[in-house]
């Protein structure tokens, strides 16, 4: 098992990297739906549309997306001598990877109000809620690639 995962590290590394692509451009594009939606009408065709919208990319893009990060992000890290525990980057980046599934499953129980015809919060509140994925993309990009403790 050692062998094969030293052998794959670079794809391993490609794939979790192209996951990583596509479960961010969800977690920074739904809430700005979220935006445009709290400010349509409800049960107008433009908030019908923002209902199909989300669904997908909740469903078609983010679901097996997060799966595939922590999957390979999971091979990576049992890849022999690819993370020494003793550093805090691995420590830190996993916080914030937790956090960016609690948002995930956020953006989930949001969209379920939506989907209800309920507006669960303001534009406002949905374009401030927007910045927090970029702040942990920035984080854990720096972490991975300085690793600056
Ligand atoms: C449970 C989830 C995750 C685990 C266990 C994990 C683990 C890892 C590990 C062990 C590496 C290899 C580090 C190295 O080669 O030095 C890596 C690379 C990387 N990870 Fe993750 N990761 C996860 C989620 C994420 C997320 C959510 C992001 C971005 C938002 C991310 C971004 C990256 C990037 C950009 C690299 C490449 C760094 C390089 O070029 O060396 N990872 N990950």
Do not use: C
């Not at 490609?14 to 451009?25: E, G, K, P, T, Y």
């Not at 890290?77 to 690819?82: K, S």
């Not at 379920?112 to 303001?122: G, I, M, N, Q």
């Amino acid at each position: 098992m050692s062998d094969f995962l030293i052998a794959a590290y670079p794809w391993m590394k490609a794939l979790h990297i192209i996951s990583v692509v596509a479960w961010m451009a969800g977690l920074l594009y739904l809430p700005r739906l979220f935006v445009y939606h709290a400010e349509a009408e409800i049960g107008s065709d433009k908030a019908e549309t923002f209902k199909v919208m989300e669904r997908r990319l909740l469903r078609g893009i983010m679901a097996p997306a997060v799966i595939l990060v922590v999957l390979f992000g999971a091979m990576l890290a049992a890849t022999p001598g690819v993370v020494d525990w003793h550093q805090g980057w691995i420590w830190v980046k996993l916080a914030l990877v937790a956090g960016l599934i609690v948002f995930h499953h956020l953006l989930a129980y949001w969209h379920k109000s939506f989907a209800a015809d309920a507006v669960p919060h303001t534009a406002r509140f949905f374009r401030v809620v927007n910045e927090l994925p970029t702040i942990a993309l920035i984080a854990i990009v720096v972490l991975v690639v300085v690793k600056p403790f």
